[in-house]
C-alpha cells in the first residue's frame, strides 16, 4: 500500500500543476518542509551544517519502546548516521535532528510496520500497539521558531473545538443535538472565524497556522505477513453541523463493500494483534 500509494501521489505530483504553472497542486497541499541540521557526535567543535528538504510524508518508526504516534515521529526525526568528518578525516557518527518548519494542509504519516528480517531473509510485520489520536497537534514536532509563530493560532483553536464541545453537550442535554443554525452559533462562528483570520494574518505561509489536524482518512493492512493481507481504507463522514472529536461516523470501503462505522472502531485499529491495523493515516 505504502509503494502504490507514492507512485500514486508522484503521478499526480507531476500532472496537477497549479493555474501560475510553477507549482505542483499535490506539491503545495501536501508538501512538508523540514529544516535538518548536522553534528558530529565525535567531534562536537565541529562546525553544525543545516540544510532544509522537503517530503510528502512523514514516518512513524516503530520500536519495542514505540506506545504512541508522536513519539514514533520524532523517532525518525532524530537518527545517527555514519559519513567522512572532514574535521577528523575519517569515518564518524553524526545526528540529525529534523524538525517541520513547513506545514502541509494535509498531513499523511506513513506507520513503517514492515521491515527486513535477515535472519528469515524476508519481510516481517511489526504487530506493536501504536496509539494514534483524532486530533493531531504537531506543535513539538516543528522548529523552534515556527513553533513561537504558531503557539497563538495552536492555543485559539483548542479553545474554540473546547467551546464548541461544550456547546454541543449542552445542547444535547437540552435534546437539541444540533444547534449550528441558530442566529446565535451562527454568530458565535463568525467571532471565532475572524479571531483566527487577525492570528494568521502574519503568517499564512504555512498550510496549517495551528498545527491542529484531524484525521480524515486510512489505510489500514490485515494479516500477520508482509508479502499478503488485506488492505482496507477508511474516510471521515463529513458532517454539515459539529460533532465532537470521537463521535464522527466513518466509512469502511472494504473492496466493493462499503459500510459506517463509529470512530471508535478507527481508534482500536491501533495494532496487537493480526486484525486490520492502521498503516497510512491523513490528517488535514
Known sequence: ????????????LSTLT?????????????????????????????????????????????????????????????????????????MATYTQRSRLSRLPQTLVVHMVRFYWRRDIQKKAKIMRKVKFPLQLDVLELVTDELKQQMQPCNALV????????????????????????????????RYERERFRQLVGAFDDTGNPS????????????????DSGHYIGWTRKDSQTFTPSGEEDWFKFDD?????????????????????????????
Open 1 to 12: 500500500a505504502d509503494e502504490a500509494w507514492t507512485q500514486l501521489i508522484s503521478a499526480l
Open 18 to 90: 497549479m493555474s501560475s504553472g510553477n507549482d505542483s497542486f499535490i506539491d503545495r497541499v501536501m508538501s512538508i518542509e523540514l529544516t535538518r541540521s548536522l553534528q558530529c557526535t565525535d567531534a562536537p567543535n565541529e562546525t553544525q551544517t543545516t540544510s532544509v528538504d522537503k517530503v510528502l510524508k512523514l514516518e512513524c518508526n516503530i520500536s519495542v519502546a514505540t506506545n504512541f504516534l508522536v513519539s514514533g515521529i520524532i523517532d525518525s526525526l532524530n537518527q545517527q548516521l555514519e559519513k567522512t568528518s572532514p574535521t577528523l578525516g575519517r
Open 158 to 189: 483548542k479553545q474554540i473545538l473546547a467551546e464548541r464541545e461544550d456547546r454541543y453537550k449542552v445542547a444535547k442535554r437540552s435534546g437539541n443535538r444540533h444547534t449550528d443554525n441558530s442566529g446565535q452559533e451562527e454568530d458565535t462562528r
Open 211 to 226: 498545527g491542529v489536524y484531524e484525521l480524515s482518512a486510512m489505510i489500514t493492512h490485515k494479516g500477520a505477513s508482509a
Open 256 to 284: 466493493d463493500k462499503v459500510s459506517t462505522v463509529k470512530a471508535d472502531k478507527i481508534l482500536s485499529m491501533d495494532g496487537g494483534g493480526e486484525d486490520s491495523v492502521a498503516y497510512i493515516l491523513v490528517y488535514r
